[in-house]
């Protein structure tokens, strides 16, 4: 889908629409039987152009999320009509803050036209072609229309993270990611897989007794991207210090020797989410060019019940030199993550954000709605927290207290990966993941996404399947920063 800037007023394409937003009370006009309430919409055909009213609610509740998901339900409706082309004049939005509002817009139309389909015939509903924002001077164009370079290239990273998430087992191994991921090289981008051998040399013993069970071989992704120009302060103790990204890949989840419930054990291809959002944000960051050096480590595996694999009470010894009990098979993304989180330390990082499909825990303590976060850096969190808040992507920050660590004492090693019970499932899970810090001064930040990397229904003019989640969330992030050149 294209979206442009443009100045005037020219009329809508053919199979075009041009809409419009109204609060509660207001109408596009006297007679028409709309009333501007939350959710309610009226199409209005014409000869070759339409026009659609999309109602906001009450102006005094009015909030970014109420705008997402009126531009994304409208977008979904329009194109079920046939719609191909669909323009926002910024004149017409009824609060100060048009470009922002545009933004949003432009946002959450692009992403809801995503589709994901392996029948073999073509889906039947087409997205939209195209959306232009009409804008009401020369400069407001130049603004919005660097904004939409940068929303197109951030969307275009979530959707190819929607892509690989959603790719079955079958389809989406770790070779097949691999190989993907290898494309992105080129540029400042440079991609390395280190094979199952390399990764015996090193000694990650964690990550590889994942591996033991499938016959599909493992592959740890080592993303790195250098920008041409640093104006990051020479004095600073960071300068020039990358940041670090980790994310877990496991292909597919099928619980181990653990072996998990019948019952959406196909969702657990999305177990990979966390590592497509790694994949996703290199790939965006080949347009966009931060100016902040990035890293991006992702270890894909499958989790399988093979002769050969990790059975409960097996201690395997992790890259760092901890030894792990593997109490459960079931809890095998923080084995995966323990060997790239000390991996990272050799890059000397300024941060370390991982993110992880980690915990079930995690969908019954926030639901839905927001990721969780566990941090050893408040300034770290609170900055992830205002880009997920401004982004749509939100993050609840949970405690990581010295008091839950007798939860995974280990009889036999230096730590067992769950405790005893089911207490604190999500808190437990950072804290494991916290003692494979190589430095455990360098700020750090765990990302459980577990309940918000896919919707199976596809609520709120989403569409079903993997979200992307992570992706838009760092580049907010960086952009609040002023880690992203002016476009």
């Given at each position: 889908?294209?979206?442009?800037?443009?100045?005037?007023?020219?009329?809508?394409?053919?199979?075009?629409?041009?809409?419009?937003?109204?609060?509660?009370?207001?109408?596009?006009?006297?007679?028409?039987?709309?009333?501007?309430?939350?959710?309610e919409?009226?199409?209005?055909?014409?000869?070759?152009?339409?026009?659609?009213?999309?109602?906001?609610?009450?102006?005094?509740?009015?909030?970014?999320?109420?705008?997402?998901?009126?531009?994304?339900?409208?977008?979904?409706?329009?194109?079920?009509?046939?719609?191909?082309?669909?323009?926002?004049?910024?004149?017409?939005?009824?609060?100060?803050?048009?470009?922002?509002?545009?933004?949003?817009?432009?946002?959450?139309?692009?992403?809801?036209?995503?589709?994901?389909?392996?029948?073999?015939?073509?889906?039947?509903?087409?997205?939209?072609?195209?959306?232009?924002?009409?804008?009401?001077?020369?400069?407001e164009?130049?603004?919005?229309?660097?904004?939409?370079?940068?929303?197109?290239?951030?969307?275009?990273?979530?959707?190819?993270?929607?892509?690989?998430?959603?790719?079955?087992?079958?389809?989406?191994?770790?070779?097949?990611?691999?190989?993907?991921?290898?494309?992105?090289?080129?540029?400042?981008?440079?991609?390395?897989?280190?094979?199952?051998?390399?990764?015996?040399?090193?000694?990650?013993?964690?990550?590889?007794?994942?591996?033991?069970?499938?016959?599909?071989?493992?592959a740890?992704?080592v993303?790195?991207?250098?920008?041409?120009?640093?104006?990051?302060?020479?004095?600073?103790?960071?300068?020039?210090?990358?940041?670090?990204?980790?994310?877990?890949?496991?292909?597919?989840?099928?619980?181990?020797?653990?072996?998990?419930?019948?019952?959406?054990?196909?969702?657990m291809?999305?177990?990979?989410?966390?590592?497509?959002?790694?994949?996703?944000?290199?790939?965006?960051?080949?347009?966009?060019q931060?100016?902040?050096?990035?890293?991006?480590?992702?270890?894909?595996?499958?989790?399988?019940?093979?002769?050969?694999?990790?059975?409960?009470?097996?201690?395997?010894r992790s890259?760092?030199?901890?030894?792990?009990?593997?109490?459960?098979?079931?809890a095998?993304?923080?084995?995966?993550?323990?060997?790239?989180?000390?991996?990272?330390?050799?890059?000397?990082?300024e941060?370390?954000?991982?993110?992880?499909?980690?915990?079930?825990?995690?969908?019954?303590?926030?639901?839905?709605?927001?990721?969780?976060?566990?941090?050893?850096?408040?300034?770290?969190?609170?900055?992830?927290?205002?880009?997920?808040?401004?982004?749509?992507?939100?993050l609840?920050?949970?405690?990581?207290h010295?008091?839950?660590?007798?939860?995974?004492?280990?009889?036999?090693?230096?730590?067992?990966n769950?405790p005893?019970?089911?207490?604190?499932?999500?808190?437990?899970?950072?804290?494991?993941?916290?003692?494979?810090?190589?430095?455990?001064?360098?700020?750090?930040?765990h990302?459980?996404?577990?309940?918000?990397?896919?919707?199976?229904?596809?609520?709120?003019g989403?569409?079903?399947?993997?979200?992307?989640?992570?992706?838009?969330?760092?580049?907010?992030?960086?952009?609040?920063?002023?880690?992203?050149?002016?476009?």
């Amino acid at each position: 889908m294209r979206l442009f800037a443009e100045v005037g007023g020219r009329r809508p394409p053919r199979k075009g629409c041009s809409i419009r937003f109204f609060f509660e009370g207001q109408k596009p006009t006297p007679a028409a039987d709309f009333h501007g309430k939350s959710g309610e919409r009226l199409f209005l055909p014409g000869d070759d152009a339409h026009r659609l009213a999309v109602g906001l609610g009450p102006k005094d509740k009015f909030e970014r999320d109420g705008l997402r998901k009126a531009s994304a339900e409208a977008a979904q409706e329009l194109a079920g009509r046939g719609v191909r082309h669909v323009t926002f004049e910024t004149d017409a939005w009824p609060l100060p803050d048009a470009e922002e509002a545009a933004g949003i817009f432009a946002e959450s139309v692009r992403l809801s036209q995503y589709r994901f389909s392996l029948r073999s015939e073509a889906p039947k509903d087409k997205p939209l072609e195209s959306l232009a924002i009409v804008c009401r001077s020369a400069a407001e164009r130049g603004r919005i229309g660097s904004l939409l370079h940068y929303i197109e290239a951030v969307a275009d990273g979530v959707d190819l993270a929607r892509d690989l998430s959603n790719l079955p087992g079958n389809m989406g191994s770790p070779a097949e990611l691999a190989r993907r991921a290898r494309k992105l090289s080129g540029g400042a981008v440079r991609v390395q897989v280190l094979d199952r051998r390399a990764c015996e040399r090193l000694g990650m013993g964690a990550f590889l007794a994942v591996a033991r069970g499938s016959h599909e071989p493992p592959a740890f992704l080592v993303f790195q991207y250098n920008p041409k120009s640093k104006t990051q302060n020479p004095k600073s103790p960071t300068a020039g210090r990358p940041i670090v990204l980790v994310g877990k890949g496991v292909t597919f989840d099928s619980g181990g020797i653990s072996i998990k419930p019948s019952d959406k054990m196909e969702e657990m291809k999305h177990d990979k989410s966390g590592a497509a959002a790694v994949i996703g944000i290199f790939s965006a960051a080949r347009t966009l060019q931060p100016r902040v050096p990035l890293v991006g480590l992702a270890p894909l595996t499958e989790n399988l019940p093979g002769g050969a694999a990790t059975r409960p009470g097996d201690v395997v010894r992790s890259l760092s030199g901890k030894t792990i009990e593997v109490k459960n098979t079931d809890a095998e993304g923080r084995l995966i993550l323990a060997d790239a989180l000390f991996y990272a330390g050799r890059f000397r990082p300024e941060a370390v954000i991982d993110m992880a499909t980690l915990t079930g825990a995690c969908s019954i303590a926030l639901g839905d709605v927001y990721a969780a976060i566990l941090s050893n850096n408040d300034a770290l969190a609170q900055s992830l927290q205002e880009a997920g808040e401004t982004c749509g992507e939100r993050l609840w920050r949970l405690p990581l207290h010295d008091g839950y660590d007798r939860l995974i004492k280990s009889s036999v090693a230096d730590v067992q990966n769950i405790p005893e019970g089911r207490l604190a499932g999500t808190i437990i899970g950072g804290m494991f993941l916290k003692k494979f810090l190589a430095d455990e001064h360098v700020p750090w930040a765990h990302l459980d996404i577990a309940a918000t990397a896919w919707d199976t229904r596809g609520r709120d003019g989403r569409p079903p399947g993997a979200t992307g989640i992570g992706v838009r969330l760092f580049y907010e992030f960086l952009r609040a920063r002023g880690d992203l050149p002016k476009m």
